[in-house]
């Protein structure tokens, strides 16, 4: 009877309620002047919500350093982009829509959005590289609950043959840092050949779908049960 009752309280303790998913959405597509960037508010879809031209290609097989950067306190999404060179940087800023989650919520990158992607056409063969991917704090360290399995994602697409799409094969999971606050930085990568033109857009592209869930809290009905089933305890030992 005391097993039972311990088995109890403790599947009352792990009952609880979780606050709404706050999100976003970045995409990055390289191919078509014009909507080259963009960020989006929705938790899955990756309609542009603020979109920016790159000013120009880079060299097929030079590396752009990338950061994609959330800041709580100003609940601002930054996405920066360097030239070829490193020397200087570009950057577009995006409002979530929604009220953040605390500083403390769960933080989840689904492997199914992290993706990269090449695209082929008729003369044409594409690949997009991000490697050396970190992901950290902006003010201090994350808790970080599931790392990310790889940090190299790599499509690769050859003439005629079908769209190519690479994603992270685990979900990544953390909280913040001590303000709610984390960046996700890395290289990407393009080669190309033909890439250009508006016959040939939107051969390259990367992206992720971020979304947090504030911590679970006990619900007050969850109290009661545990506060009944203590009272319930000491009563039956008393009969012992």
């Known amino acids: 009877m005391r097993s039972t009752l311990l088995l109890a309280a403790l599947f009352v ?20 002047p014009g909507i080259d ?13 603020v979109t920016s031209s790159l000013s120009s290609y880079w060299n097929s097989g030079a590396s752009r350093q990338f950061q994609i950067t ?14 070829n060179s490193g020397s200087s940087s570009t950057a577009l800023n995006f409002t979530p829509s929604g009220t953040p989650n605390p500083i403390d919520a769960i933080w989840t990158l689904p492997a199914s ?31 970080v609950i599931s790392p990310m399995l790889q940090t190299s994602l790599q499509a690769g697409s050859s003439l005629f043959q ?21 960046r996700l930085a890395g290289y990407v990568t393009m080669n190309y050949f033909g890439l250009g033109g508006l ?11 971020a979304l947090s869930a504030a911590a679970p809290t006990p619900e007050p009905s969850t109290g009661l049960m545990l506060a009944a089933g203590v009272a319930f305890g000491l009563w039956w030992r008393k009969r012992q």
């Not at 009952?15 to 191919?31: K, V, Y």
């Open 37 to 49: 960037w963009e960020l989006g508010s929705g938790a899955a879809a990756l309609a542009p919500s």
């Open 162 to 182: 079908p769209t190519q799409t690479v994603t992270q094969t685990g979900d990544v999971v953390f909280r913040g840092d001590s303000n709610g606050s984390w």
């Open 13 to 32: 303790t792990t009952s609880a309620a979780q606050a709404a998913d706050f999100g976003f959405s970045t995409l990055i597509r390289m191919g078509n």
């Open 199 to 209: 016959g040939h857009q939107d051969r390259l592209t990367f992206g992720l779908t």
């Open 70 to 83: 959330y800041n709580r306190p100003t609940n601002n999404v930054e996405l920066r982009l360097w030239t």
């Open 113 to 143: 959005s992290f993706f990269v992607k090449a695209v082929t056409g008729a003369n044409v063969w594409t690949g997009i590289t991000l490697s050396s991917m970190t992901l950290s704090g902006v003010s201090g360290a994350l808790n």
